[in-house]
Each structure stands twice: as C-alpha cells, then as structure tokens.
T-cell receptor, first 109, second 115 residues
Framework: GEDVEQSLFLSVREGDSSVINCTYT??????LYWYKQEPGAGLQLLTY?????DMKQDQRLTVLLNKKDKHLSLRIADTQTGDSAIYFC?????????FGQGTELSVKP | DADVTQTPRNRITKTGKRIMLECSQT?????MYWYRQDPGLGLRLIYY???????NKGEISDGYSVSRQAQAKFSLSLESAIPNQTALYFC??????????????FGEGSRLTVL
C-alpha cells in the first residue's frame, strides 16, 4: 500500500510560525489534505490542495506541495495556543483516504 | 446533536468477548468508513462502504467485520476481542463531493480497551 509519513511531535512558541511536514508515495494522488484533531474529538478537514497546484493560502494557513519530491507542508503563521492539536496529512487513493501518523503540535505561551 | 454519532463512547471488555461499535449519521451521506487510531500509527482504515450494498476491506480488516444496516447506519464488530485491538475507533462519512475533495466527517470516537 501507499505510505504517508510525518514526524510525530512539534513544539513552538506562541506567535511563531509552525511548519508541519509530510511525505507521500503515491505520485498519482489528485488531492492531498490536512486534517486537524483537537483533544477528545474526531478529525476535521483543515484544508486540501489539488495536485496541479504548488501552493494554497487560506488566512494563517499556507500549504506547499512539491510533487517532484512528494513533499507536502503546512505552515501556520502566528501560531496560537488554540492551534495545539494533532495534524494529519492524507492522500486520496481509490476513493478513500490514507492518513499519516499525525504530528502533535504543542504551542507554548 | 452530532451529525455522526458513535456508541458506545467508551468500552472496557475482556479477551474473547464479542463487541459491536455502532455508527449512525444524519448527514444523508452514502459513504461510511471505520478507522482505528493508535499512537504513532495515525489512522488506519478497517472497512468502508460506498452504499448500502457495498462493503470493502481496508488495510487492517482481519479480526473485524461490519454491517451496513441502512444508509445511515454502519456497525463494526469484533467477534472475539484481543488486547491489540485496544484503540480509539472512528466512524466517518462522506458524500460524492467528499469523494472528490476528500472531506470526511468524523464521529467523536469510541475508545475500546480489551483486557
């Protein structure tokens, strides 16, 4: 099967930028996604990017896609304590989503 | 009320017992999924169903079975639970648009502990 890889932890200070990285293996993926899981809750779609795009910006969020290296990143500007959560990268395969391990973002005041 | 409801939210059981986790949705979506979440492993797909008559195995279906009783209901069964099935289980739904954009709507999870 296809693999989606993420580092498990990231710690930043409030107000700094956070960058969460992800690598994937399926070069035919048409969409790549970032989901957010807050403590005690299910996952919610944060943003997604179509494979023919290099970048997508949505307020404090910037998604960068490097198809050559199969690398996806999520940048959160001006990180707040409310951004503390687990962030999952996912790729689409045959109508279903394959998730990475999740990166736990800890934001310190 | 939640659009995707899972019951029970927490369950502790013993090895060898049969367990059923239930999922119901009010979103009118055709597609339903069961995932399990383990620390450091992320979410792994157990089973999925694209409509009432369609059931498909995911990457870790061994030891599990499912039933799609209606468009709105999708249950996951562990016929004989074992300790390594201790995990947080999530039900999710999507519609045709979600099949394109990848938007899944998740329940709040069912935490299962097998002793």
């Amino acid at each position: 099967g296809e693999d989606v890889e993420q580092s498990l932890f990231l710690s930043v200070r409030e107000g700094d930028s956070s960058v969460i990285n992800c690598t994937y293996t399926d070069s035919s993926s048409t969409y790549l996604y970032w989901y957010k899981q807050e403590p005690g809750a299910g996952l919610q779609l944060l943003t997604y990017i179509f494979s023919n795009m290099d970048m997508k910006q949505d307020q404090r969020l910037t998604v960068l896609l490097n198809k050559k290296d199969k690398h996806l990143s999520l940048r959160i500007a001006d990180t707040q304590t409310g951004d503390s959560a687990i962030y999952f990268c996912a790729e689409k395969e045959g109508g279903k989503l394959i998730f990475g391990q999740g990166t736990e973002l800890s934001v310190k005041p | 009320d939640a659009d995707v409801t899972q019951t029970p939210r927490n369950r502790i059981t013993k090895t060898g017992k049969r367990i059923m986790l239930e999922c119901s949705q009010t979103k009118g979506h055709d597609r339903m999924y069961w995932y399990r979440q383990d620390p450091g492993l992320g979410l792994r797909l157990i089973y999925y169903s694209f409509d009432v008559k369609d059931i498909n195995k995911g990457e870790i279906s061994d030891g599990y079975s499912v039933s799609r009783q209606a468009q709105a209901k999708f249950s996951l069964s562990l016929e004989s639970a074992i300790p390594n099935q201790t995990a947080l289980y999530f039900c999710a739904t999507s519609d045709l648009r979600g099949a394109t954009t990848g938007e899944l709507f998740f329940g709040e999870g069912s935490r299962l502990t097998v002793l």
